[in-house]
């Protein structure tokens, strides 16, 4: 059957059928999931770090760019801790990436030389301060990321961040933060989104490349199971609950913090901080031990079932005609 287009100023700016994006998330984004995302209709994308060493990252885009020439993105962390950012940027542009994503840090960058290649730019935001920075910018969209979101989640409701960064703002907006259902994306666009980005939904599919116990967890908790923890990157983060984030408790330890609120000593420990934080996320999600470590948001309450990329896609769609057809 022929696809029905939702047609907003994001799917116009990307050429995309859907205003959707399948989130980048660390260590769960890979080639099926960007290639079957863009494909159905969205546009998969992916966080450069996932692949290392630079050549592996080299590779999965060269891949991605075989198996589809629908618009795809990389997500790029533009602060000081990541090395590599040069080089990922490079790299997506010699490939044709068509959308990046900006967060942890000015975009400027990634906003000039992206511009030259006709791709676009969209920025991690949390508040209105930050929003209207990356417009000035020139950046070409922001991702609201309020409350309930996996990962570094902001502190605002939806309910509220997306009509208030819509009064102020000229570009599109992305809603990002606990949402997993078509009836969800309905209303973000009913608020004055131009589209969503969506994470956790992706983690309990079957192209996902993380173990099953962890697509179980995700399909089996519920949104009181989310719990904000500082234990992996210092920043607040949403994860599920589990008995060893239990034993490791919410908080960094008191040493940690004393350094991180030192002026002189803070430049070396976020950065250490956040590379521990790394490290655990990487055990966890790549093997079962004891020490599991699951990012998700909110939105774990409303999955149900392991799908694929395109099943999920297409129950968006659905859900979405039937939303609207009840407003």
Not at 112 to 118: I, P, Q, R, S, V
Not at 234 to 239: K, L, N, R
Request: aromatic share 6%.
């Amino acid at each position: 059957m022929a696809m029905t287009k939702i047609e907003t100023d994001f799917t116009r700016l990307m050429g995309c059928d859907l205003p959707l994006v399948v989130a980048p998330m660390f260590l769960v984004s890979n080639v099926d999931m960007v290639v079957e995302g863009s494909e159905a209709g969205a546009v998969g994308t992916f966080p450069a770090l996932n692949y290392r060493p630079l050549e592996e990252y080299k590779k999965a885009l060269e891949q991605m760019r075989a198996r589809t020439q629908k618009p795809i993105g990389v997500n790029i962390i533009v602060n000081k801790s990541n090395t590599r950012q040069k080089d990922d940027l490079k790299m997506a542009l010699d490939a044709g990436v068509n959308m990046f994503i900006t967060s942890l840090g000015s975009p400027r960058e990634v906003i000039k030389e992206a511009h030259k290649n006709g791709a676009k730019v969209f920025c991690d935001v949390t508040n209105l301060e930050h929003a209207l920075k990356v417009e000035d910018m020139g950046a070409d969209g922001v991702i609201a990321v309020s409350s309930g979101a996996g990962g570094h989640a902001g502190p605002i409701s939806p309910l509220v961040l997306i009509p208030w960064l819509k009064t102020k703002l000229k570009i599109p907006i992305l809603a990002a933060g606990g949402i997993a259902t078509g009836e969800q994306m309905a209303a973000a666009i009913a608020l004055g989104a131009s589209g969503v980005s969506v994470g956790t939904r992706f983690i309990a599919s079957t192209e996902a490349g993380v173990d099953q116990s962890y697509k179980e967890a995700v399909v089996n908790s519920s949104p009181e199971d989310i719990v904000m923890t500082t234990r992996m990157s210092g920043t607040p983060a949403a994860v599920i609950r589990t008995p060893y984030i239990d034993k490791i408790g919410l908080d960094l330890p008191w040493y940690l913090k004393t350094l991180k609120e030192n002026k002189h000593a803070k430049k070396y420990v976020v950065p250490l901080i956040h590379y521990m934080g790394m490290q655990s996320l990487e055990k966890a999600a790549t093997g079962v031990t004891w020490k599991t470590v699951w990012s998700a948001g909110q939105s774990v309450g409303l999955v149900d079932d392991i799908l694929s990329v395109r099943e999920i896609i297409e129950k968006f769609r659905r859900e979405y005609e039937t939303a609207k057809s009840r407003l």
